[in-house]
């Protein structure tokens, strides 16, 4: 609120005018095809600007390393991967180990990722192109339901909010792709309804539109965007039926969706049988069967039973999901899951400046026979969305252009607020965007510390200590154990899709007799370990250890010496981190 009044003195001491303003901007947002490059390229040149304090993200979370995977997978021309012998040392989160070797999240993301490495040689160049791709396609989706102006006054604002510094853009998680998406098929609905009430023979290439937004939707956010489909569905059914004797035009409308669908349906269904070995199984379904004791929706709060493998994997799944599952339970934790959910969602898409006009029009939104049509196809989509367990604001990304235009049309009842005669409306209205596109930058003043849902800043340590194994000749093994009290979000096991021909493997150490079968089977690699005991002393880089250099063959007497010094360095190294976690 600070800002908000230091932005409106501003504008006041500087005389600005709110008419001027809009007739600039609007000057603009009546040229689609500049409105929509001038938004991309806003957002590609501020976020490049911004590389030097703001450095090309590195991978944190699972989810990260499990879509850099399926890229890996998809580069080397395989949708899949043959099992590992040795799979257990390299369980991990999110990514299966049998029937194949694959990432068990949908494979759109990985797909634009490899998109990314393949032409650009830096997977997150892609992420960066789909962010500036959502921002001008959220001004063309809005356009075909409210005048280009205040489109192209969301596009700016999803560039400054979205695309610059949340972790959509940050990040290699996603959200992005699955806007697009969304926008896409959200933009040809408003476009074809318009055709249809206006009685034109014109549909342009809305049907064609529509069935490319289903792309990246489904190999995204099936789920949430089969409920985004599912309502455009609804609205589309009578517009289609009000124009049944003219099938010419139904037909221009509709097979070119159906056709892409079919097209993509058939792809799906070929990549399920490739990973899974079913064309009906699901690689999520089988990944949650295997490690999930949390099921998908509110009302399976009882935890499955799972057997293990891994000990690592057990505590991270049944501390994580099972405190997920106890806060739920009641039907207060129910009610309070809704609440968060539309919380986030809003609090994400819309800094909460901007939630002041949508608290006194809201109901105006409501009553408006013009926004029934988005509102009937926003309503399964948020019941989707209210029903899932797990709360992130990628899950609503098909939403995007549907939260937008609501921001956008209680902006508009603000715009012509009059007070005495005086257009206060307008004023305000310029203000609270101008506010908006500012505090985004306000991290800066805070030497960049990390918001919600904002900026993965620091480099993991993970990522440290895989750059100083870069720089050392050779091939490397490093075998993880964790400590009883680390982090377990913290993962350090993750690896390419051709795990033998890596440079650096990462493993877990298991027992003893594991671990030498894991060393015979890597005997040409120099082995390390990395100390995580100084995990509790906050600002102390975890410390590589060497354990041995490589083996000549594995049958020999002095292989078996080095493997048993390799195996007993192993020993005392995980001793001492024994040792931290009990201190006397």
């Known amino acids: 609120m600070l800002v908000f009044v230091a932005v409106a003195a501003l504008l006041l001491a500087c005389g600005v005018s709110a008419a001027r303003i809009g007739r600039r901007i609007r000057g603009v947002a009546e040229r689609p095809t500049l409105s929509f490059f001038l938004l991309a390229s806003l957002c590609l040149g501020l976020r490049l600007a911004l590389l030097p304090v703001v450095p090309v993200p590195q991978p944190h979370i699972h989810d990260e390393f499990s879509n850099l995977l399926a890229a890996d997978t998809f580069l080397s021309g395989r949708l899949s991967n043959p099992p590992h012998p040795m799979w257990r040392h390299f369980e991990t989160h999110i990514v299966l180990q049998h029937p194949t070797y694959a990432s068990y999240r949908p494979p759109g993301q990985g797909l634009w990722l490899a998109l990314g490495q393949l032409i650009f040689r830096c997977p997150w160049a892609a992420i960066l192109l ?68 206006g009685g034109s023979r014109w549909t342009g290439t809305y049907g064609l539109w529509f069935g490319l937004g289903l792309i990246p939707l489904m190999l995204t956010r099936p789920y949430e965007g089969s409920a985004l489909v599912f309502g455009c569905a609804v609205v589309l059914a009578p517009a289609l039926w009000g124009r049944r004797k003219d099938m010419t035009w139904i037909a221009a409308v509709t097979l070119p969706a159906v056709i892409i669908a079919c097209a993509l349906g058939g792809w799906i269904l070929y990549y399920n049988y490739r990973v899974t070995g079913h064309s009906l199984q699901f690689p999520y379904i089988i990944g949650m069967n295997q490690y999930h004791v949390a099921g ?75 926004m029934r049509p988005a509102l009937i196809i926003g309503a399964p989509l948020l019941a989707a969305i209210e029903l899932a367990i797990w709360i992130w604001p990628h899950y609503d990304a098909p939403a995007l252009g549907l939260i937008y235009l609501l921001i956008a049309q209680t902006l508009r009842f603000l715009w012509t607020l009059r007070l005495g005669g005086a257009r206060v409306g307008r004023f305000l209205g310029v203000a609270l965007v101008a506010t908006a596109l500012v505090l985004p930058f306000y991290p800066l003043i805070r030497n960049w510390q990390p918001t919600s849902w904002g900026l993965f800043l620091e480099a993991s340590q993970r990522s440290e200590i895989k750059r100083q194994l870069e720089n050392v000749p050779g091939n490397h093994l490093v075998l993880i154990r964790y400590p009883a009290y680390f982090n377990i979000h913290d993962e350090w096991v993750y690896n390419a899709a051709d795990i033998d021909h890596s440079r650096i493997v990462w493993a877990r150490s298991l027992d003893k007799a594991s671990d030498r079968r894991l060393l015979n089977y890597y005997s040409n690699r120099h082995v390390w370990t990395v100390d995580l005991s100084t995990f509790r002393s906050l600002g102390q880089p975890f410390r590589l250890v060497r354990l041995c250099g490589p083996r000549v063959g594995s049958a020999d007497e002095q292989s078996d010496v080095g493997l048993s010094q390799c195996l007993l360095a192993l020993e005392l190294a995980e001793q001492g981190v024994n040792s931290m976690a009990n201190p006397r």
């Open 296 to 370: 998908s929706f509110m009302w399976d709060t009882k935890l499955h039973p799972i057997t293990y493998t891994n000990s690592d994997l057990e505590r991270f799944f049944r501390e994580t999901e099972a405190e997920q599952l106890k806060n739920i339970d009641t039907l207060n934790g129910k009610l309070s899951h809704l609440l968060q959910v539309l919380v986030v969602g809003m609090n994400f898409f819309a800094r909460p400046i901007l939630l002041i006009p949508m608290l006194f029009y809201s109901w105006k939104v409501l009553r408006s026979k013009r």
């Open 130 to 197: 789909a962010s500036a791709l959502m921002c001008a396609v959220l001004y063309w989706a809005l356009s075909g339901w409210i005048p280009r102006f205040w489109a192209f006054l969301m596009g700016l604002i999803a560039v400054f909010n979205l695309g610059l510094f949340s972790y959509w853009t940050n990040s290699y998680w996603g959200g992005s792709l699955t806007a697009v998406g969304g926008s896409l098929v959200f933009g040809a609905t408003g476009r074809i309804l318009r055709a249809a009430e």
